[in-house]
């Protein structure tokens, strides 16, 4: 059982705590007031830049980032110009990517790449978008444009709309909604919602619960009269007692995302839902600042372009800055003085797993083998440490007492996290040597 080399860089908004957030947003509005101040703060330093997915804003803005600190810049902006159309493994490109350069930046299609560069560039690696799980710049250019608008985040409600399923945005903005305690109402396309074990994960991480939410607006969104919003619990004790079902009056920001149909994704019929100048009259969003992290489609009409309330643009515009902060963080002098991301678990490999469930890991399509991780304070789940899919484990067996249990027994939740191991089966544990402790 190995345990994989710890990663360092930004691989998922999981990585996010509140006082690195505070310090990060700080050290952008200094960067954004004083913007000469680091031109020459990377003087020396190599920035990669790996896009092996179309890209304009994020490359760009991250490049742009680099040369405003006086780094220089090697870059793939296309996956048919790299080895990787030749067949070369993630880890050996990785291996010279990180001889080259002191920092990577990497876009790719599979869920999880990022995790396993950082295993053997041995230079800090920053997730530019994988697949259809993490984005977690993109979701610090979209926190601190409300930062800009708002100044706190608290008692906020922001809605997650379009294709959940497949966009990578939403997903790492809902971690980090449910992180500063936002209401987050969510808004799929239909046949677009995300997978529950996503949510699961949330409410157990965060002291959150589930309830319904409804507004006539809702309805023609997503064709469901009652809508799913993750709320604090303390929030809910404020608000009232008992009642699953609220109607939700207001919407503080909206969060809209093209359908991803480069992954698969199909509208059903012709409702793919967004915004129309109509809606914009409507109470609910009065206030309600338009995010989105482009390119749009027609969810988000060019006619709302001179609105007070349309963000998109200054979302874009905050890129560079925000990646500035990133790359100061990682290389420059923020990183003493910067608190600390919280680092993912690195996993462990276990070959009786057989294959991560997502077809879309970057283990699969590199042939490796599965490696998990374990979370929830409730109930234990085992994660896949690649691409975060729940694995199919019913058995969690403790290593130092040798005793096998059902996973969602009691005794599992006594047993220290390091001590904990997945099986399929009972009888695979049994085979190891491990007692039934029922
Ligand atoms: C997003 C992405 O690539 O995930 N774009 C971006 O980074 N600004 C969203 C998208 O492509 O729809």
């Known amino acids: 059982m190995n345990l994989l080399p710890m990663m360092e860089g930004l691989h998922a908004a999981e990585a996010f705590n509140p006082s690195y957030l505070d310090a990060f947003f700080a050290l ?8 000469l101040e680091h031109a020459e703060a990377l003087r020396g330093k190599v920035i990669a830049s790996v896009f092996l997915e179309p890209s304009t804003r994020t490359r760009l803005s991250f490049e742009a980032a680099a040369h405003r600190l006086g780094a220089s810049v090697i870059t793939v902006a296309d996956a048919k110009s790299s080895s990787a159309s030749k067949g070369e493994t993630l880890a050996d490109t990785a291996r010279m990517l990180g ?21 053997y560039a041995g230079v800090p690696v920053i997730n530019g978008g994988d697949g259809r799980i993490g984005h977690p710049s993109q979701t610090l250019v979209d926190l601190y444009t ?24 939403a997903r790492s903005l809902a971690w980090a909604a449910c992180l500063l305690g936002m209401r987050v109402v969510l808004l799929p396309g239909a046949g677009l919602d995300w997978e529950s074990g ?99 489609r027609e969810e988000l009409p060019d006619s709302l372009d001179l609105d007070p309330r349309m963000m998109a643009f200054q979302q874009a515009a905050v890129g560079p800055v925000v990646r500035q902060g990133l790359f100061l963080s990682m290389l420059g002098e923020a990183k003493d003085s910067l608190p600390s991301l919280t680092p993912l678990p690195s996993g462990r490999s276990e070959q009786i797993l057989g294959p991560c469930p997502n077809e879309n890991c970057v283990s699969r399509h590199q042939g490796m083998t599965t490696a998990w991780r374990v979370v929830g304070a409730t109930r234990r789940h085992f994660l896949c440490a690649h691409c975060d899919s729940q694995l199919a484990v019913d058995y969690a067996g403790c290593s130092s007492s040798r005793k096998v249990h059902p996973l969602h027994s009691q005794a599992v939740l006594r047993i220290r996290a390091e001590n904990l191991r997945p099986f399929r089966e009972r009888q695979d544990a049994e085979e190891m040597g491990y007692a039934w402790g029922g």
Request: charged share 30%; glycine share 10%; aromatic share 8%.
């Open 28 to 35: 952008v509005g200094r960067l954004e007031e004083r913007p």
């Open 99 to 119: 001889s080259y350069a002191d920092l990577i930046v990497l876009r790719h299609p599979h869920d999880g790449a990022s995790r396993v560069v950082s295993r």
């Open 146 to 169: 409300l930062f800009r608008a708002w100044g706190s985040f608290r008692g906020r409600t922001i809605g997650l709309m379009g294709d959940l399923v497949h966009g990578r945005t």
């Open 198 to 296: 996503l949510e699961r994960r949330l409410i157990d991480r965060f002291d959150y619960r589930l309830r319904w939410g409804r507004h006539p607006l809702f309805t023609d969104w997503t064709g469901n009269a009652e809508v799913r919003i993750l709320e604090p619990k303390h929030l809910v004790q404020k608000v009232l007692f008992g009642g699953d079902k609220i109607d939700i009056n207001r919407l503080d920001a909206l969060y809209l995302t093209r359908l991803q149909d480069e992954r698969g994704a199909k509208a059903q019929g012709t409702s793919y839902p967004g915004v129309t100048p109509e809606q914009m009259q409507d109470g609910l969003l009065e206030d309600c600042l338009l995010l989105h992290p482009l390119p749009r």
